[in-house]
C-alpha cells in the first residue's frame, strides 16, 4: 500500500510517496460460512477450555471425568454381582443400569451446563468483542447458532460418552457379552435419544440465563437458583394441590423436564427428582411441556441478541 502526501513550497506543490508495505489480499474469500465456522470452533475451545491456560481446563474435564467415572463404576458392579452372584441377580436387585444414569447424573449436567455454558457468551459481552462478532458477514443469529451449536456438541459429549462406556462395560463383563448385546442392543438408541434430549435442553436454558448478564457468575448462579426452586415449587405444589391443577404445576419443576422423556424413551417411572405428580399428565402433555421448556429459552436468547444490533 503506497501513501501521496502533498506539500507547499515557495515553487508550488509537489508529493512524496512512501512504501507502507501493505499488499492486497490475493486468495479466496470464504465469506460467512467461515465466519460461522469459526465462531463455533471458538466455542468448542472455550468450552472445553482447549488452547487456554490449565485452570480453564479443570473443570470441564473434571465433570466429564466425574460422569464417565459413574458410569464405569455403574459397569463394574454390575459385573462383578453378576459374575460372582449369578446371572440376573443385578437386575433382580434393581441395581442401577442405563435407563437411571441420566436420573443419577442430571445434577452434575447441570451444573457444567451452569458453569460451562456462560463462558460462550458472557465474556464477549462483557469485554466488548460481541461488537466485532456482530458486523457483517456474520449476522446475531449466526453468533448464536454458533455457539448453541458448539455448547450443544459439547453436551452431547457429556451425556452420551458415559452411556457408551456403561454399556460397553456391561456387554463386556457379562459372561457371554455376544448375547447380552443382542438383548439389550435396543437400549443404545434409547440413551442416545434421551441424552440428545437432555443435551438439547440443558444447552438452551443454560445459554438464555447467560444472556441475562454480562458476569458468568451471576450467570451460573442464576441457573442453579432457578432450578433449585421450580424444584422446590414443583414439589410443593404438585403435592399440596390435588386434582389436575396440582399435576400441570408439578411441570414447573426445570430440572425435570428432560426426566419426563427420559421416563418416556425407557418406560419407566423413577427418573423424576420432584413433581411426581406430573406422571399423572398424558405422553402428549409432557411431551408438549418438554418442547415448550426448551424452545421458550431459545427463542428467548434469539431476541436478546437480536437487539443487541438495533
Known amino acids: 500500500m503506497t501513501s501521496v502526501t502533498n506539500t507547499d513550497s515557495s515553487?508550488?506543490?509537489e508529493g512524496r510517496v512512501f512504501d507502507l508495505g501493505y499488499r492486497r489480499y490475493d486468495g479466496p474469500r470464504e465469506g460467512r460460512n467461515r465466519a460461522r465456522r469459526a465462531v463455533?470452533?471458538?466455542?468448542?475451545?472455550?468450552?472445553?477450555?482447549l488452547g487456554r491456560g490449565g485452570r480453564a481446563k479443570i473443570l470441564p474435564w473434571l465433570f466429564i471425568a466425574v460422569v464417565v467415572a459413574i458410569g464405569?463404576?455403574?459397569?463394574?458392579?454390575?459385573?462383578?454381582v453378576n459374575r460372582e452372584i449369578g446371572e440376573g441377580v443385578a437386575e433382580a436387585a434393581d441395581l442401577p443400569t442405563l435407563s437411571d444414569f441420566y436420573r443419577i447424573t442430571s445434577l452434575i449436567i447441570f451444573l457444567f451446563a451452569a458453569v460451562v455454558g456462560p463462558e460462550l457468551l458472557c465474556p464477549d459481552r462483557h469485554s466488548g468483542v460481541i461488537n466485532l462478532y456482530l458486523v457483517r458477514p456474520i449476522t446475531s443469529l449466526d453468533y448464536v447458532a454458533a455457539r448453541f451449536l458448539a455448547f450443544l456438541s459439547v453436551m452431547l459429549l457429556v451425556?452420551?460418552?458415559?452411556?457408551?462406556?456403561?454399556?460397553?462395560?456391561?456387554?463386556?463383563?457379562?459372561?457371554?457379552?455376544?448375547?447380552?448385546?443382542?438383548?439389550?442392543?435396543?437400549?443404545?438408541?434409547?440413551?442416545?435419544a434421551a441424552g440428545a434430549a437432555l443435551a438439547v435442553y440443558t444447552t438452551g436454558v443454560g445459554l438464555a440465563v447467560a444472556g441475562f448478564t454480562t458476569r458468568r457468575g451471576y450467570a451460573s448462579v442464576g441457573l442453579i437458583g432457578l432450578l433449585i426452586m421450580s424444584q422446590i415449587a414443583a414439589l410443593v405444589l404438585g403435592e399440596t394441590i390435588t386434582g389436575t391443577a396440582g399435576h400441570w404445576l408439578a411441570l414447573i419443576s426445570l430440572s425435570d423436564?428432560?426426566?419426563?422423556?427420559?421416563e418416556l424413551v425407557f418406560d419407566t417411572d423413577d427418573s423424576l427428582q420432584s413433581g411426581r405428580a406430573a406422571r399423572e399428565?398424558?405422553?402428549?402433555?409432557?411431551?408438549?411441556?418438554?418442547?415448550?421448556?426448551?424452545?421458550?429459552?431459545?427463542?428467548i436468547l434469539l431476541s436478546r441478541y437480536r437487539r443487541l444490533t438495533v
Open 11 to 13: 515553487e508550488g506543490r
Open 40 to 49: 463455533y470452533v471458538d466455542g468448542l475451545r472455550i468450552a472445553l477450555g
Open 72 to 80: 464405569l463404576v455403574m459397569s463394574l458392579v454390575v459385573g462383578v
Open 159 to 192: 451425556v452420551w460418552l458415559p452411556q457408551v462406556v456403561l454399556f460397553t462395560g456391561l456387554v463386556v463383563s457379562d459372561n457371554q457379552p455376544g448375547d447380552y448385546f443382542t438383548k439389550h442392543w435396543e437400549e443404545i438408541p434409547k440413551f442416545l
Open 257 to 262: 423436564v428432560p426426566m419426563h422423556i427420559n
Open 281 to 299: 399428565l398424558s405422553t402428549g402433555v409432557r411431551i408438549g411441556a418438554y418442547f415448550v421448556f426448551t424452545l421458550v429459552p431459545i427463542g
